[in-house]
């Protein structure tokens, strides 16, 4: 079964920082386009960042350039997203995905592997 799984969402004072963890199973995350989006209360949910296959190109959603950093362990089969400079407006739902083929991962795909999501709260 293919899967992955985020974790290490939790409160966080403004300006703070937070390493968000997504572990995947079942297939080599190496091999996939992926990528975190996120959901706050009330809002559609949208794409923060999406890194293609063995490295490829890396692209973020304007309000997070320059903050969030996407990664991958590949060792460890893992990716996350580094937030920094963290504000009020960053607090949402935080969903790893990963998808085959040579697209980023998508609400519009079937294919698309999703978490089920992690909480970020940025309050003080």
């Known amino acids: 079964q293919l899967q992955v799984v985020e974790s290490g969402g939790k409160l966080v004072q403004p300006g703070g920082s937070l390493r968000l963890s997504c572990a995947a199973s079942?297939?080599?995350?190496?091999?996939?386009?992926v990528g975190w989006f996120r959901q706050a209360p009330g809002k559609e949910r949208e794409r923060v960042s999406c890194?293609?296959?063995?490295?490829?190109?890396?692209t973020y959603a304007v309000s997070v350039k320059g903050r969030f950093t996407i990664s991958r362990n590949i060792t460890k089969n893992t990716m996350y997203l580094r937030m920094t400079s963290l504000k009020a407006e960053d607090t949402a739902d935080y969903y790893c995905?990963?998808?085959?083929?040579?697209?980023?991962?998508?609400?519009?795909?079937?294919?698309?592997?999703w978490g089920q999501g992690t909480q970020v709260t940025v309050s003080s």
């Open positions: 079942g297939f080599t995350l190496e091999d996939y386009n």
């Open positions: 995905a990963a998808r085959g083929g040579s697209s980023c991962p998508s609400e519009r795909d079937d294919s698309t592997i």
């Open positions: 890194t293609s296959k063995r490295g490829g190109t890396t």
